[in-house]
């Protein structure tokens, strides 16, 4: 079972910038934790992050034919880019994606509430900082 963490822009600042909402953990610590915690299920662990939407949308594209499924954080273009949706509504008969985000984007800024993805993706998964990825890994674990 081949997994991809996928992370959108600003998710490489984790760790740096606001500590109190995303953690002080570095994007490097939690992939390294995601990949044990994948690995111990059995699962092949990949992660890939990008400030670019169009790389984000190629990595999705070519998921189809790499990947079982997808975690992905898209940032703040989970709240406006009908690209990346469009993306993932292209390859989810073949690829699930699961939606998941660090801090709980319901209880902050209004325009943060607002996902585009969620309805391509199977769940949306929110609010419990690393734990939001683990518990996509098993969700997927779960549907493949
Ligand atoms: C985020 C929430 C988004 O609103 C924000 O733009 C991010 C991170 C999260 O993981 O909580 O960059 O997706």
Known sequence: MKILI?????????????????GSETL???NSELREYGESKGAEMFFYQSNH???IIDI???SMNKFDGV????GAYTHYSYAIRD?????????PFVEVHLSDIHSREGFR???????????QISGLGKNSYKKGIDLLLEIL
């Open 28 to 30: 490097e610590d939690i």
């Open 6 to 22: 996928l992370n959108g822009p600003n998710l490489n600042m984790t760790g740096i910038r606001n500590k109190s909402v995303y």
């Open 71 to 74: 975690v992905i954080n898209a």
């Open 87 to 95: 993306a993932i509504e292209a390859v989810r008969d073949y690829t």
């Open 60 to 62: 999705i594209q070519e």
């Open 113 to 123: 509430a607002n996902s585009v993805i969620t309805e391509v993706c199977v769940k």
């Open 53 to 55: 939407e169009g790389a």
